[in-house]
């Protein structure tokens, strides 16, 4: 029984781990090009224009706070949460664009990717959304460096999926 205790709180810290540094990455990559991010809310048409820059702002607040706390391992319940609340919340935006008909959206869910909106990058948000919440059911690792070990290797599964997902993308354009 201990072994699956602790091979599930290992699983959970994965899922955090790997979520966390998608959020920071996008943090990150939108605090770089603040305009084109309030250009690509503004393109989704769910906020008036002036909103768009303070829309920008806040999120790439909230995607590199939430990164860091899902990263730090502490009170996963609580990340696990607010992260899937997050992802439903892009899920319901994409959603509504997706019924619109305006498909040639660009999802913003990787960075530097060149992904548009459909059901099935809804559907991908909600299954998200479910794993990293059950992810802060786990128990919370309380050695330091299994933390560290996890979150690198979190991070190491992000780089490998956005290399495998440019891989992909490169080969369909040629």
């Known amino acids: 029984m201990s072994l699956f205790v602790s091979f599930m709180a290992m699983a959970g810290m994965l899922i955090r781990s790997a979520t966390g540094a998608l959020f920071l990455g996008n943090g990150f990559a ?6 084109q991010s309030a250009s690509g809310i503004a393109a989704w048409r769910l906020l008036p224009l002036d909103v768009a820059f303070p829309a920008a702002r806040i999120l790439t607040g909230v995607e ?19 992260a899937a609340f997050m992802f439903m919340f892009f899920a319901g935006a994409m959603a509504v664009n997706v019924l619109r008909g ?8 990787l960075p530097g990717a060149d992904a548009r909106i459909s059901w099935y990058t809804v ?32 991070m190491t599964l992000l780089l490998l999926a956005l290399a495998v997902m440019h891989l ?7």
């Open 30 to 35: 939108r605090v770089s090009d603040v305009a």
């Open 64 to 82: 590199i706070l939430l990164g860091g706390w899902l990263l730090s391992g502490m009170n996963p319940l609580g990340a696990g949460i607010v």
């Open 102 to 109: 305006r498909t040639g959206l660009d999802c913003g869910c």
């Open 123 to 154: 559907l991908r948000n909600i299954v998200l959304a479910v794993l990293v919440a059950l992810s802060g059911f786990c128990n919370a690792i309380t050695s330091i460096l299994l933390r560290i070990e996890g979150a690198c290797l979190g």
């Open 168 to 174: 992909s993308v490169r080969e369909v354009r040629e």
